[in-house]
Structure formats: C-alpha cells, structure tokens
C-alpha cells in the first residue's frame, strides 16, 4: 500500500507561484510501471488530470497548463512536486497527488490506485 500526502497549497494572487509537493509516507513507490499524478477538483466539477509522470520520467500535461506548471520527481523516487508558475483564478481548486501502479493509461482517476487526501489551492482574482 502507498500512503500519499500533499502540502504546499494555499492561497495565491494571480500570477503567482506555488509549489505543491507530495510524499509517500511510510511506503515506497516501487512498481517498475508506476505513474504518479496530480488532479484538480472543483465543486461541481469532475476531477480532472493536471499533470503526470510516469517511471521513466515521461510527462503529461493538461493542455491548459502546459507550459505553466512543472511535474517533476524528488531524487528519492518517492515524493513528487507540481511547480506553479503564472497561476490563474482557473487554477483554484483542491489539488490531489494520486499514484498509478501499472502506468498512466489515458491519465484518468480511473487508472490511478491511490490518492492523498488533497490540499487547497486558491487563486485570487
């Protein structure tokens, strides 16, 4: 089993930055097919992939924050960071850091086993 949790949310002005991090505590993601996965949910609103990065180090972006947002992966393979960069108000939501154990199929909640319990980004208008 893999634990996951997420920090670094908050409250931001458009523009800005933040950056989200999330680790596996206790635990280890250790399967050689893992993807691991951020997701954005708003009230109303179906969670929707952000971004993702697979074992390899190949990325996915949602075509919305390409080019804004970074995925990347602590040299300890265990925890996995979302850099924010020109954050818009489109951007408010409960962040969730999610793993996948047999890759990142078409990167939907579906394909992923599990979640962290989500941290709130808000982007001020």
């Known amino acids: 089993q893999v634990q996951l949790v997420e920090s670094g949310g908050g409250s931001v002005q458009v523009g800005g930055s933040l950056r989200l991090s999330c680790a596996a505590s206790?635990?280890?993601?250790?399967?050689?097919?893992?993807?691991m996965g951020w997701f954005r949910q708003v009230p109303g609103k179906e969670r929707g992939g952000v971004a993702r990065i697979d074992s390899v180090g190949r990325t996915t972006y949602a075509y919305s924050v390409k080019g804004r947002f970074t995925i990347s992966q602590g040299n300890a393979r265990n925890t996995v960071f979302l850099q924010m960069t020109s954050l818009k108000p489109e951007g408010t939501g409960t962040y969730y850091c999610?793993?996948?154990?047999?890759?990142?199929?078409?990167?939907?909640?579906?394909?992923?086993?599990?979640w962290g319990q989500g941290t709130q980004v808000t982007v001020s208008s």
């Open positions: 206790r635990y280890t993601v250790s399967s050689s097919r893992y993807c």
């Open positions: 999610a793993a996948a154990m047999y890759g990142c199929g078409g990167g939907y909640v579906a394909d992923f086993h599990y």
